[in-house]
Nanobody
Framework: EVQLVESGGGLVQAGGSLRLSCAAS????????IGWFRQAPGKEREGVSC????????YYGDSVKGRFTISTDSAKNTAYLQMNSLKPEDTAVYYC??????????????WGQGTQVTVSS
């Protein structure tokens, strides 16, 4: 069974840092894309960052470029999102997302349970 378990959210003051973790089970970090979306109340889901195992490419949303860094530890099947210089606008529920191969060439999508990040001014 594939599971994504998120941790690391919390309350931090503006300018502070948090590191989110997404621990995956049920698949190995081989052919995958993993990252985070976030959603604040009343707003659309926003892509934050992701990383692809195929070429190591990374994506960062415009609002977090230069402040957030995504990384993975394949041995631990864990992805990390280092968030620095946090702003109140970063307040949202952050959802880990993974896209992994399924049977017969299909792709499967999984979501973590979400972790709340609150940045106070």
């Amino acid at each position: 069974e594939v599971q994504l378990v998120e941790s690391g959210g919390g309350l931090v003051q503006a300018g502070g840092s948090l590191r989110l973790s997404c621990a995956a089970s049920g698949f190995t970090f081989d052919d995958y894309t993993i990252g985070w979306f976030r959603q604040a109340p009343g707003k659309e889901r926003e892509g934050v960052s992701c990383i692809s195992s195929s070429d190591g490419s990374t994506y960062y949303g415009d609002s977090v470029k230069g402040r957030f860094t995504i990384s993975t530890d394949s041995a631990k099947n864990t992805a990390y999102l280092q968030m620095n210089s946090l702003k109140p606008e970063d307040t949202a529920v952050y959802y880990c997302h993974a896209n992994v191969p399924g049977v017969g060439g299909s792709r499967l999508v999984y979501w973590g349970q979400g972790t709340q990040v609150t940045v106070s001014s």
